[in-house]
């Protein structure tokens, strides 16, 4: 997409583009039947998220930390939408034993799992470290997502095989990603204070998700899994993810308006790539405006992903045997 379809809104190959809205592209989809999960379902982008998934009939489980929020959420998309189908569960997904107790208590609800959107996260923290010892930003918006996924595989994968319906994963990434640190990750300096950049951790947390859809679809081939794991960067949206940088982001707003989304088109790719039928077996794609869109070479790189993959797996395993 070029900067002129950005500011124009005009469609790209998808038929979609910025100026498109998630009711937009998801018009005329029945979902009946299929059940996802949004991780911090409460506000913003995931909150407008959640009510177009609940509109196209599918059942809805909000994931969110604040559980009084996402209740009157709730409660807020039931006025609007009597018939939605809608369920709130606690998560903290920078924390391992809240992302723990999440995927168990969904599986206890014997619910399908259809859609998995990675929405949560945070932007910009001052440095700081989650209960778990783990820097905030990556432990949020990567490690707990990557989790959470593992956690809820099995069940995609029987609901996929039981159903023949094709299982989604989508990863919220930004293209901020291209914004990381040198090397792309920091392995060695993870939860190191110094040499941190507010930016730079949130470029790297999003490399990561894009990095954890590629293993994911590698796995998934090689096992030969009805899912799909796509990324996708929503645009420039003023939501409450921007509340450690809200002055600087109202600067930078006032002299690029142009290219600033509202939000029902910030959570119109979200809602594209999860349900859309022309996006069928389509994994390991990086989407912007609704339409496929090349990420950095960091993101390409199949043996950062692995590397990546196994650095998770046992920083989560290394945190469990404490």
């Known amino acids: 997409m070029s900067i002129i379809s950005l500011i ?19 018009q005329g989809i029945d979902a009946t039947g299929l059940t996802a999960i949004v991780t911090g379902g409460a506000s913003g982008i995931g909150l ?32 609007e939408n009597p018939s939605a189908k809608l369920d709130v ?27 998995l959107i990675n929405n949560a996260g945070v932007m910009f923290c001052p440095f700081q470290l989650s209960e778990d010892g783990i ?25 996929a095989k039981s159903t023949g319906i094709e299982g989604r994963i989508v990863n919220l990434s930004s293209i901020a990603h291209a914004h990381t640190y040198g090397g792309g990750i920091r392995f060695n300096k993870i939860n190191e204070k110094n040499g941190y950049s507010d930016k730079r951790a949130y470029g ?49 707003q ?3 308006f142009f290219i600033w989304k509202n939000v029902p088109q910030g959570a119109s790719t979200t809602c594209y790539v999860a349900l859309h039928p022309n996006l069928k077996g389509v994994s390991g794609k990086y989407f912007l405006d609704n ?26 395993s290394s945190m469990s045997k404490v």
Do not use: C
């Open 204 to 252: 790297q947390s999003k490399l990561a998700n894009i990095l954890h859809i590629k293993e994911l679809t590698r796995q998934f081939q090689e096992e030969g899994v009805n899912i799909t794991a796509n990324a996708v960067h929503p645009g420039l949206i003023m939501t409450p993810l921007m509340r450690h940088s809200m002055l600087l982001m109202r600067l930078l």
């Open 254 to 256: 006032a002299f690029t």
């Open 135 to 159: 820097e905030m930003q990556f432990a949020t918006n990567h490690l707990g997502h990557f989790l959470l996924t593992n956690l809820l595989l099995e069940k995609m994968k029987n609901t």
């Open 291 to 316: 339409n496929e869109k090349q990420p950095s070479s960091y993101a390409r790189d199949k043996k950062l992903a692995k590397k990546l993959w196994d650095f998770s797996k046992d920083l989560i």
């Open 8 to 26: 124009t809104g005009w469609p790209g190959p998808s038929g979609f583009g910025s100026a498109s809205t998630a009711e937009d592209v998801t």
């Open 48 to 79: 407008e998220t959640v009510r177009v998934l609940a509109k196209r009939k599918v059942h809805v489980i909000i994931g969110a930390r604040n559980l009084e929020a996402a209740n009157k959420a709730k409660l807020q998309l039931l006025g």
């Open 89 to 115: 569960l606690k998560l903290d997904l920078s924390s391992i034993k809240s992302t723990r107790e999440f995927a168990e208590n969904f599986i206890a609800l014997n619910l399908p799992l259809n859609i």
